[in-house]
């Protein structure tokens, strides 16, 4: 059994909470998943996640994204009271590629998350990892000609990337 797994399910209720917690900002979710211990290997805990995940609804999902700063930023684009360090230090290395971003597309990347806030009520969410700011910037602006409905469901199936990738670095640090 993986190390740092086999530590989590002999953890106490706090400490395992806030491991989940730093691979996803729905309180729900990540005490969903504590409730569901001993989990017996890696590929149970991302079947269990994705489950959860499925089983999860509009406020725990928002919740989630609050957690996140907007692609291009460094802080959640909300106070989200729950958010740990590790959670931030991931956001920032996902996002690494918008540092490296020309000004043109960072101000874009500004405006659209704008637009995108006041259009569909929530931060943007992309699985940044392995994307250019100029990419995330085209994703952001295909998403938003979306209908909210669509786009919530987006932002979840993005998040649940983001979730997974996440738990795989916890998994190994």
């Not at 209720?13 to 979710?29: E, F, N, P, Q, T």
Request: proline content about 2%; hydrophobic content about 45%.
């Amino acid at each position: 059994m993986n190390a740092t797994l086999s530590a989590w399910n002999g953890a106490d209720a706090s400490s395992a909470l806030d491991s989940m917690l730093a691979c996803c900002g729905s309180k729900r979710w990540a005490a969903s998943m504590v409730a569901m211990r001993p989990i017996a290997s890696v590929e149970a805990l991302s079947q269990a996640a994705d489950r959860v995940w499925s089983a999860m609804q509009e406020p725990d999902w928002l919740e989630a994204f609050a957690c996140h700063p907007r692609i291009g930023e460094r802080k959640p684009a909300q106070a989200a009271a729950h958010v740990s360090e590790q959670s931030a230090a991931w956001s920032r290395q996902e996002q690494s590629s918008a540092g490296a971003a020309n000004e043109l597309v960072l101000t874009e990347l500004a405006e659209d998350n704008q637009l995108y806030e006041q259009r569909f009520g929530f931060t943007y969410i992309v699985c940044a990892t392995g994307k250019s700011a100029a990419e995330m910037l085209t994703i952001l602006k295909r998403r938003l000609a979306r209908d909210r409905e669509a786009e919530l469901r987006e932002a979840a199936e993005q998040q649940q990337q983001i979730m997974q990738i996440r738990l795989g670095k916890w998994l190994v640090e």
